[in-house]
Every structure is written in structure tokens, then in C-alpha cells.
């Protein structure tokens, strides 16, 4: 997996780059976690994958403060500036 803090056209941005081999670690259901001293982030980052956008706000629910915030693709989808 690749890693990168940095700005890109005027904007700060995050990428990963995920191998073949991280993809079949999904497939599995194995989560991919980067750490945030890893890159100086302020927070961990938690990569996983089920089937539907359902499946995954059901696995991530019983972890996460009653005040966390979480979108998908068909909803709440953040405004772009």
C-alpha cells in the first residue's frame, strides 16, 4: 500500500494506493488500518469492504460515538467547494 500527505493542485490531499494484494485482503474481509503517525494525520484511517453500503454502516455503528457522522455515495453527499 501506498501512502501520501501533500497538496496537489492547490488542495491538501490523501491518497492511497492499494496493490493487488491489499485488494485481496478486502476480499477477505481483513481491514487495512493506517495508522496516524504513520503519515502525521490527526486520526486513524480504517479501510474495509462488505457488500452494500447497509453491511458496512451496521459493522462500523457499535464502535463510533452516538455523535459520528457517516455518508455514502447515494446520501448526504458532502458539497464540493
Known sequence: MLKAKGSQNGR???II????????RLR???PI???????????DISI??????????????PNLTKDAI????????PKRH
Not at 457517516?70 to 453527499?77: C, I, L, S
Request: hydrophobic residues 35%; glycine residues 4%.
Open 33 to 43: 488500518i493506517i495508522h496516524k503517525e504513520e503519515v502525521g494525520i490527526p486520526f
Open 12 to 14: 491538501d490531499v490523501f
Open 70 to 77: 457517516v455518508t455514502d455515495h447515494y446520501r448526504n453527499r
Open 48 to 61: 474495509f469492504s462488505l457488500p452494500t453500503e447497509e453491511d458496512l454502516e451496521k459493522a462500523i455503528r
Open 17 to 24: 494506493g492499494l496493490s493487488h494484494m491489499n485488494l485481496d
Open 28 to 30: 477477505q474481509d481483513m
